[in-house]
Structures are given as structure tokens and as C-alpha cells.
């Protein structure tokens, strides 16, 4: 079964960067990875997804030009690299593994246990 482990994350200050990855069991090649967050009091919401290729992304709007998902294959990792963090990011950020992308958390079958990402002056 596809396992998935995110890092990276850590406490920042706003304006700050940080660079989560997703490490993955096994080949990720088939799989597109959507990346979650989960505020303290508040409903998992998708940030953003890149597709099997790496040909496609989308982003949440309110992260669009902050944002920037990547991935290496060879490597079984994703990326996703946030500058310009503001407090209203910080919550728990989990990637996610489907065939294809989609908005809804529950098209995704695999999961990694999180990171926290916390932003704070």
C-alpha cells in the first residue's frame, strides 16, 4: 500500500518560505497528489494539485503566486514551495495521492500524516 510522509514544515515568520515535501513507499508515476491543510476549528480545504506528469497544477485563489507545486519522480517526492506566508496559513498541511486531480478530499485514497505549519511574528 502507498505510503506517503510529508516534512518541512516548522515555524516561520509572515513573509517567510518554506518548502514541504511528500516522500512516497513507491513509485508515484500514475498518481496525481493533492496538497490539504486543516486550520485549528476549521474544514480540510485543498491548496493545490499537480498531476502525474507534472504538466498540470491548480491552486486554491488564495494561495495563487505563493504557492508552486513540483515534483521529481525519479525521486518519489512532491513538492510544494510557500513563500510570502501569512498567519492565516498556518494550519496542518497533508498531501494526498489519486489517480487524478480533484477538489474533494475523498477522491484521494492515500494519505501522509501531516506537517505543521505554523506562521507566527
Known amino acids: 500500500q502507498l505510503q506517503l510522509v510529508e516534512s518541512g514544515g516548522g515555524l516561520v515568520h509572515p513573509g517567510g518560505a518554506l518548502t514541504l515535501s511528500c516522500a512516497a513507499s513507491?513509485?508515484?508515476?500514475?498518481?496525481?497528489i493533492g496538497w490539504f491543510r486543516q486550520a485549528p476549528g476549521k474544514e480540510r480545504e485543498g491548496v493545490s494539485c499537480?498531476?502525474?506528469?507534472?504538466?498540470?497544477?491548480n491552486y486554491l485563489d488564495s494561495v495563487k503566486g505563493r504557492f508552486t507545486g513540483s515534483r521529481d519522480n525519479a525521486k518519489n517526492t512532491v513538492y510544494l514551495q510557500i513563500n510570502s506566508l501569512k498567519p492565516e496559513d498556518t494550519a496542518v498541511y497533508y498531501c494526498?495521492?489519486?489517480?487524478?486531480?480533484?477538489?474533494?478530499?475523498?477522491?484521494?485514497?492515500?494519505w501522509g500524516q501531516g506537517t505543521q505549519v505554523t506562521v507566527s511574528s
Open positions: 494526498a495521492a489519486a489517480f487524478w486531480c480533484s477538489d474533494a478530499d475523498t477522491s484521494y485514497d492515500y
Open positions: 513507491e513509485f508515484l508515476d500514475f498518481y496525481s
Open positions: 499537480i498531476s502525474s506528469s507534472g504538466t498540470y497544477t
